[in-house]
Each structure stands twice: as structure tokens, then as C-alpha cells.
Nanobody
Framework: QVQLVESGGGQVQPGGSLRLSCAAS????????MGWYRQAPGKERELVAA??????KYLDQVKGRFTISRDSALNTAYLQMNSLKPEDTAVYYC???????????????WGKGTLVTVSS
């Protein structure tokens, strides 16, 4: 099947930056839309940024600060996070729709997450 592995999390001071990466590997025939979610302690998982329908969408709270991108040749997505705030503290998860064979609707896969802590 397909595996997603996130990296780049860590602790950063308010106002700092981090760049998350999500590398897809395994039996990949085609990789579709990719995105990033986050889940803060005691809160529900929420969409942060994603490619979908030929466009990108962002959580209102991160617009202008976060940028999603991808390198299709590397099957990798990125999340550049600037001007980080304490409320951005969460586990960040990568998700992607992928096909291991031609046809069908593919499957949605999730990574195990990477922790981002914004604190002074």
C-alpha cells in the first residue's frame, strides 16, 4: 500500500517558522490531492491546507502565514509555516488520496503526524 511520513516538526518560538514535509512511498500508481490537518490537545482535527479541485484552500486562521506546496516528482508535499503562534501548537497530519492500481476512486491515506510546539 501507500505510506505517508511527516517530518519537520519541533519546538519554535512565537514568530518563528517551520517547514513540514510529507513523503509518500510504497505502491503508488498515482498520487492525487494532498493536504495537512492538525489536532491540538482537547480539540478536533481540522483542515489546515489542502490541494483540491485544482486549487488550494486554507484554514482562515493560517491564511497569509502558511503555504502548501508539492513536488510531484518526489511524491512529497510541504507546509511552510511562518509567523507561528502558540495557538498553532498541534500534531500536524498529512493526508493524500492515492491509487495503487489504475481505475477506481483510490484510497485516502494518513501519516502518523508530527508535533509542532510554539512556545517561548
Amino acid at each position: 500500500q501507500v505510506q505517508l511520513v511527516e517530518s519537520g516538526g519541533g519546538q519554535v518560538q512565537p514568530g518563528g517558522s517551520l517547514r513540514l514535509s510529507c513523503a509518500a512511498s510504497g505502491r503508488i500508481f498515482s498520487l492525487g490531492d494532498m493536504g495537512w490537518y492538525r489536532q491540538a490537545p482537547g480539540k478536533e482535527r481540522e483542515l489546515v491546507a489542502a490541494f483540491g479541485g485544482g486549487s488550494t484552500k486554507y484554514l482562515d486562521q493560517v491564511k497569509g502565514r502558511f503555504t502548501i506546496s508539492r513536488d510531484s516528482a518526489l511524491n512529497t508535499a510541504y507546509l511552510q509555516m511562518n509567523s507561528l503562534k502558540p495557538e498553532d501548537t498541534a500534531v500536524y497530519y498529512c493526508t493524500a488520496r492515492a491509487w495503487s492500481d489504475p481505475g477506481g476512486h483510490g484510497m485516502v491515506y494518513w501519516g502518523k503526524g508530527t508535533l509542532v510546539t510554539v512556545s517561548s
